[in-house]
């Protein structure tokens, strides 16, 4: 079975910092692309930030030089490290394994919420 679980998320204040993991277990985690995702109630589901298999990674302009994503195929986890937050930050994030079309899976999502 596979399994995606989220942590780190959490209240911080504007500027600040927070790192979330995800641990993934049941799959052959090399082989897949890697991506968080974030969601604010009312509005779509948005990429973040994405790592591929072959470890090319890729960030929305939006956060572009304040989140990292790093990927560790010995342990099987992803962190997002995310710097000078912003309120417009918040939202529920989630971590994603994908292989082609058809495979596909997602963590619970872990809420993220930045104070101005």
């Known amino acids: 079975q596979v399994q995606l679980v989220e942590s780190g998320g959490g209240l911080v204040q504007a500027g600040g910092s927070l790192r979330l993991s995800c641990q993934a277990s049941?799959?052959?985690?090399?082989?897949?692309?890697l991506n968080w995702y974030r969601q604010v109630p009312g509005y779509e589901r948005e990429l973040v930030a994405g790592i591929s298999s072959f470890g090319e990674t890729s960030l929305a302009d939006s956060v572009k030089g304040r989140f990292t994503m790093s990927r560790d195929n010995t342990k099987g986890t992803i962190d997002l490290l995310m710097n000078n937050l912003k309120p417009e930050d918040t939202a529920v994030y989630f971590c994603?394994?994908?292989?082609?079309?058809?495979?596909?899976?997602w963590g619970q999502g872990i809420q993220v919420t930045v104070s101005s």
């Open positions: 049941g799959l052959p985690f090399r082989v897949y692309d």
């Open positions: 994603n394994a994908a292989m082609g079309p058809k495979l596909d899976f």
